[in-house]
């Protein structure tokens, strides 16, 4: 309570401070007024199975206090639906139109079912326990019959000791959910997307963006079960040191309805995210480096900012416009006192490759005089009290209305108002405090729990719509964008999200504390989310709120430069943290990151294009490759960025040596090339200068700089006979035009390594030239480019596109 006093008078000043007591008491107020008498029934099971019948996919059961219908959509992934239970429309899940699965379907000796696909057995007892098992009759999970209390449901899951889960989305805790009470108890999480206010840290909860979905893991195996119920829900993970350990899942309200399937990790993101959409390939600008500020009041400070860019040798590709360019907070408005030519300084930014980002939250002020909030109340667009009138909160421009985003109306209309901004040369939009958030003094930082919205006809209140505003902003913000400029991909960033996020919007960490501790658990934050569908993560390097130590600012700077979405962004009334505000050797040591992340954006931008046809996080951790070595389990300081750059963040304070993991297999050390055999641990001198760096050993890691496209062949330094194979994806950079594959096959033979090139694809090859450059410790006597002898200079050589390559070892 005394921690947010305090931040709401830093935020907010001592008059919205006021009105936020104003807001919150209404807010009890309303709750009060509306309140619904107190669930008293008692938990009651399925009980016995009265009937059962097939249907297309499966089959359906009525238990005597409860039905249950059990539908496959793939041999290895299920729908199981517990009822009865409010509905809710299916926003996380796109249509696939499934093709009908063969499923065979037995009674049991017990008086059960067992249904059996291809690759699944599901045994259903006559009192609703469940037992998923392989093909070779090994259990994969049992569930206990769910319990009902009044609208809610209760479902446990038993555990064994050895399980590591993994989801959730946002969760500042440990990577494995269950150490998230280290003594020895139940870690207990909340689904509830909620404004944590200004600054977070490690173990506060719920966060921004929760998602209803657990991986359990053993090894490099696991299963996934995704609740596909919005409401506001609790997860309870019982330790292993406990007896009997289980997992509990309950939801507020909704039907009981989740999937399941199983596999190695990377399969089961797979799945998933064929479930609830794959991320769009999104434009090559956005993985470049941003720049934002609460706090940049006017284009002077922009210039400023720019200036110091290029005075500075620091390349950028986005600038991002905080609250302050609107008129007094009003959405889609710009100040033009402070803004006067929005298109113009969008004009200049375009010129020099830059790209304009304006954030965009969904409180409309309350002002008669105000077009959104007009429009809003003409088009019945807000969400309501139940007595028909919108709902007011405090937000920033002090007493708002909410969009009411689970109307398609309103979200056609909301989508319509970004082609005004889009017009004056916007790109890009930051959705933010789309929880949603509201100012209170206490008690949840949200809309009232009576508040009413359409549901597509439904009809919902915020207990079951909360956990989906912000997806469905961020719904309304693609279809708005993609409908206004059809020939651009939209990019949008978002706080808040829910299942399915990673088809509209990035995410950032919101507003984490600034320390050692909250950097270590931003990389958990960033893993996790990836192993919880979303992709494209990253965070406010230095921390929000904060005023980061020169070496904390520089580790947490090298760190980002390693992650999907990379921007600096920082807190009104903090001190400023340009990257070159510290001063020597910080700036020198930042240039040369952000540099590094400029050279790898051509590795980067094919992670991205290979997470669109797959779902896969570009940030992973250890085990989702290696998880089949025990020593790769709980590896959670170091990660993956895609298959070959094994990232070592320093994220202690005055560090001079780290122990690093190296995974199975080869690893080269992308500063030096020294090559190490994993798997083993090593302990690393460290600088500041550099953060450890390790390419995988057969792969061609493929960089750019000054219009060279540079491929590093990093060769393992055993004779193994198979190629190796590494692609690269280009294309313009946004649009859907024309685009190419390139697919290098390395091999090494006792001659020498060969390099073989194909290409695939309409789109030209965009270098003016061609670098290869040879990572092993290897002497060559010459090289041969299409049988043609070429000139070798320390192991590099220049040409032009081919499709063979020869390196001869010196004898
Ligand atoms: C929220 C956002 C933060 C932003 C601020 C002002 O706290 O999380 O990033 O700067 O609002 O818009």
């Known amino acids: 309570m005394f921690k947010k006093i305090l931040t709401s008078l830093r935020f907010l000043g001592f008059s919205q401070s006021l009105l936020t007591l104003l807001s919150t008491l209404k807010r009890d107020f309303t709750a009060w007024r509306y309140r619904t008498p107190k669930n008293k029934e008692p938990k009651q099971k399925p009980g016995p199975l009265r009937s059962t019948s097939i249907t297309s996919h499966g089959r359906a059961f009525e238990f005597t206090h409860a039905s249950l219908e059990i539908h496959f959509l793939k041999p290895d992934l299920v729908c199981l639906t517990w009822g009865p239970g409010k509905k809710s429309p299916a926003y996380a899940v796109t249509d696939q139109g499934w093709p009908e699965v063969p499923v065979e379907s037995q009674q049991t000796a017990q008086g059960g079912y067992a249904l059996s696909s291809e690759e699944l ?32 449901w209760e479902h446990d899951a038993v555990l064994t000791e050895e399980q590591r889960l993994h989801g959730l989305g946002e969760k500042a805790s440990p990577l494995n959910l269950r150490d998230a009470n280290p003594e020895g ?60 350990p289980k997992a509990r899942a309950s939801f507020q309200g909704g039907m009981l309805r989740y999937y399941f399937t199983f596999g190695s990790l990377p399969h089961l993101i797979q799945r998933y995210t064929e479930l609830t959409g794959r991320p769009p390939l999104p434009p090559a600008w956005s993985l470049g480096y941003h720049q934002s500020r609460w706090g940049y009041k006017t284009t002077d400070d922009i210039q400023d900012v720019l200036k110091g860019f290029e005075e ?82 405090q937000v920033w421009p002090g007493w708002c209305a909410f969009p009411d985003f689970s109307h ?130 990253g965070s406010d390097i230095g921390g929000f709120g904060g005023h980061p130590s020169p070496e904390l600012f520089t580790r947490w700077f090298q760190l980002a430069a390693f992650t999907p979405f990379f921007r600096g962004h920082s807190a009104t009334g903090t001190p400023r943290r340009e990257p ?48 089949d070595d025990p020593t790769m389990a709980d590896v959670t300081d170091q990660y993956l960025l895609g298959e070959d750059l094994l990232v070592v963040p320093i994220m202690e304070e005055n560090q001079t040596a780290k122990q690093v993991s190296l995974p199975p297999g080869e690893w080269i050390s992308y500063w030096d090339d020294t090559a190490h055999q994993g798997p083993q641990k090593i302990k690393l001198d460290i600088s500041l200068e550099r953060i450890p760096l390790f390419v995988r050993a057969g792969c061609v890691l493929p960089t750019a700089a000054d219009g060279t496209l540079h491929c590093h062949l990093y060769l393992p330094t055993d004779t193994s006979t198979e190629p190796v194979k590494s692609v690269l994806y280009q294309d313009a950079g946004d649009g859907y035009g024309p685009r190419r594959l390139d697919q290098f096959y390395l091999e090494r ?63």
């Open 408 to 537: 398609q109306e309103t979200r056609a209309w909301w989508g319509s108002q970004y082609k005004k901004l889009l017009q004056k040369g916007v790109d890009g939009f930051w959705h933010d405090m789309n929880e949603p958030a509201a100012f209170t003094a206490w008690g949840e930082p949200t809309l009232p729990l009576p508040t009413q919205y359409r549901l597509e006809g439904l009809g919902g209140d915020h207990l079951q719509v909360n956990n989906l505003y912000g997806l469905l902003m961020n719904k309304a913000g693609c279809e708005g964008l993609t409908e206004h400029q059809p020939e651009k991909r939209p990019w949008l960033l978002s706080r808040s999200g829910w299942a399915g996020n990673q088809r509209y919007a990035w995410n950032w960490t919101g507003d984490v504390n600034t320390s050692w501790e909250t950097l270590r658990q931003t990389l958990t934050i960033m893993l996790n989310l990836g192993l919880s569908g979303i992709p494209y993560t």
């Open 185 to 244: 108890k139940k870690a207990t999480f909340e689904i509830r997307n909620q404004d944590i206010g200004g600054h977070y840290e490690s173990g506060d909860d719920p966060l921004y963006l929760n998602v209803p979905l657990y991986i359990s893991r053993m090894g490099d195996k696991g299963y996934l079960v995704f609740y596909e119920n919005p409401f506001r829900g609790t997860f309870t993970f019982d330790h292993p040191t406990q007896e009997t």
């Open 121 to 152: 057995r599901i045994i259903i007892s006559s009192y609703g326990e469940i037992t998923f098992l392989d093909l070779e009759g090994k259990t994969i999970r049992t569930e206990l019959p769910p319990r009902k209390i009044g609208p809610s």
């Open 580 to 627: 070159w505000v510290y001063g020597e050797p910080y700036t020198s040591i930042i240039r040369k990151f952000l540099k590094l992340r400029y050279q790898l954006l051509p590795y980067l931008y094919t992670l991205a294009w290979k997470s669109h046809q797959t779902g896969h996080p570009l940030m992973r951790p250890l085990f989702w490759s290696y998880g």
């Open 312 to 393: 500075h040798d620091l390349p950028l590709s986005a600038i991002h416009l905080d609250i302050d360019y609107m008129r007094g907070y009003r959405i889609f408005t710009v100040d033009q006192e402070r803004y006067p030519d929005l298109s113009d300084l969008a004009d200049q930014l375009h010129e020099q490759e830059i790209h304009l980002v304006t954030i965009i939250d969904p409180g409309v002020k309350k002002d008669s005089e105000y077009f959104l909030y007009q429009e809003g109340i003409k088009g019945n667009y807000f969400c309501t009290l139940p007595n028909g009138k919108p709902v007011t909160a």
């Open 749 to 811: 033979s006792r001659r020498g390594i060969h390099l073989t090139w194909e290409e695939m694809g309409k789109y030209p090859f965009p270098h003016q030239t061609l670098s290869l450059h040879l990572h092993t410790p290897d002497h060559f006597s010459g090289a041969k480019i299409d049988g043609v002898e070429v000139e070798m200079e320390e192991n590099k050589l220049q040409t032009e596109p081919f499709r063979d390559a020869m390196f001869m070892f010196q004898k």
